[in-house]
């Protein structure tokens, strides 16, 4: 009489093989989410650094018309022209500065670590410790097999 294969016991050696298969399998997909994590976030960072060129050539002129336009604010109140220049190109700096400190700091490598990646890796790796740990469990203590 022959057993049906859900009920038949798989040996050892046939589940090591299914285990290696799957974690092969599961690497590979891994690898393929990592690279497409990478490469979305690469294309973010891309489109990102366009439009902040773009808005810096479109910017640039604006500013120094403001600029101007400041300087002879204050001339007009009686601070003389290089006083008044000197305040505006001061506070022009310091925000320029803080400005690019802030953007220097968004562009760190850290931000195109891929997160979700790494950690459905461990997520996993725990799934599959908790799998071995179960069949040592069922088998007695490694790969011995019941006689």
Do not use: C
Not at 56 to 82: D, K, R, S
């Amino acid at each position: 009489m022959a057993i049906p294969f859900g009920e038949r016991e798989r040996s050892i050696p046939a589940i090591v093989i299914d285990l290696v298969n799957q974690f092969a399998t599961l690497l590979q997909q891994e690898s393929r989410l990592a690279r497409a994590e990478i490469s979305e976030a690469v294309s973010r960072m891309i489109a990102g650094m366009i439009m902040a060129v773009i808005a810096a050539v479109l910017l640039v002129p604006a500013l120094v018309i403001l600029l101007m336009a400041a300087v002879y604010a204050l001339e007009t109140t009686g601070l003389a022209p290089p006083w008044s220049a000197l305040a505006v190109g001061g506070g022009a700096l310091i925000v320029g500065l803080v400005l690019m400190l802030l953007g220097v700091n968004r562009l760190k490598a850290k931000n195109l670590i891929p997160r979700r990646t790494i950690h459905q890796f461990e997520e996993d790796a725990a799934l599959a410790k908790r799998q071995v740990n179960g069949a040592e469990e069922r088998t007695g203590h490694g790969f011995e097999r019941a006689a």
